[in-house]
């Protein structure tokens, strides 16, 4: 990342939400594709072959399944990022989605990662783990609306009978971005403001 990122304190917040479930979203974030790293695409382009052998074949040529536009992103390795291609499909569901979405709702190059005895999120995009985390103008990741998440999005987060903060809800993918030694000190934080 060019910038640190850091926790915002709104990621504290007990509120009650939970994580979806793949089953049941059937991949709905996908739904929408997502912003890639200049760098994440030459890195997803580089592992073409296996990656393909996980997909449902849409194109075999890797510069297929990008857009051409770019955009600045400060947040990124590069500065600079593209979107992956968004397909027609009737399975799972009847609308456009990441190309790399697959009939069983996972995702290719989450498969891929795995298929290559490597970390799950190997090969996915940083915003991809990221979500539906956001990054703020401060370049602190929060959890800007969860009712719209709810309510219009419908993925990766569901209404809960107990409280939980996104700070524990999303420990995985905090972990995986930012380290444990500063999750845990987050955590630490977030837990004395509970008590």
């Given amino acids: ?18 994580r979806c479930k793949l089953n049941d979203c059937r991949g709905t974030c996908c739904a929408y594709g997502v912003w890639i790293d200049l760098l994440e695409k030459e890195k997803i382009k580089a592992y073409s072959d296996i990656i393909l052998s996980c997909m449902d074949v849409v194109s075999d040529d890797p510069d297929e399944w990008f857009e051409d536009e770019m955009d600045k992103d400060p947040f990124t390795e590069s500065g600079w990022v593209v979107h992956t291609k968004l397909i027609w499909r009737k399975k799972p569901v009847k609308r456009k989605t990441c190309i790399f979405l697959r009939i069983d709702h996972k995702c290719a190059l989450q498969v891929a990662s795995e298929k ?5 999120w190997f090969l996915k995009p940083f915003y991809c783990i990221l979500h539906p985390l956001d990054i703020n103008e401060g370049g602190e990741i929060t959890l800007e609306e969860p009712q719209i ?10 209404y809960s009978q107990q409280l939980y903060a996104p700070i524990k809800i999303f420990e995985d993918e905090l972990r995986f971005l930012l380290g444990n030694k500063y999750y845990d000190n987050m955590l630490n934080k977030a837990q004395k403001k509970w008590n």
């Fill in 1 to 18: 990342m060019n910038k640190q990122l850091t926790i915002s304190e709104k990621l504290f917040t007990l509120e009650t939400l939970q």
């Fill in 116 to 120: 290559l005895d490597k970390h799950h």
């Fill in 149 to 158: 998440i709810l309510m219009e999005e419908k993925s990766c987060l569901r």
